[in-house]
């Protein structure tokens, strides 16, 4: 198991999927998305990999995005723009 602390991640990627299609991820905790945050934060939004498998039913960006909103802002860039 690893943690990989970002500024987004594109949870669709074939390198987060598992070979059936599903999330490789546990969950993603996106600290810019308000109102459903992990127990004990009082901000934020923590997805399941249950809600990431829902969004990768969908073949079409906007409708994954329609389930689980977050993205990737920075895309490749190294370190979030710090």
């Known amino acids: 198991m690893v943690a990989i602390i970002d500024c987004g991640i594109d949870y669709a990627h074939p390198d987060f ?9 546990i969950g ?17 939004t923590l997805y399941s990999s249950e809600q990431i498998n829902e969004a ?3 073949t079409n960006r ?3 995005l329609q ?5 990737d802002p ?3 860039e ?3 723009g710090v």
């Open 67 to 71: 389930v689980v909103p977050s993205t």
């Open 28 to 44: 993603l905790w996106d600290q810019t998305i308000p109102g459903n945050p992990p127990f004990g934060y009082m901000i934020d």
């Open 17 to 25: 999927r598992n070979e059936d299609g599903t999330t490789r991820l």
């Open 62 to 64: 906007a409708q994954q």
């Open 56 to 58: 990768l039913q969908f």
């Open 78 to 80: 190294p370190m979030c």
């Open 74 to 76: 920075n895309g490749m």
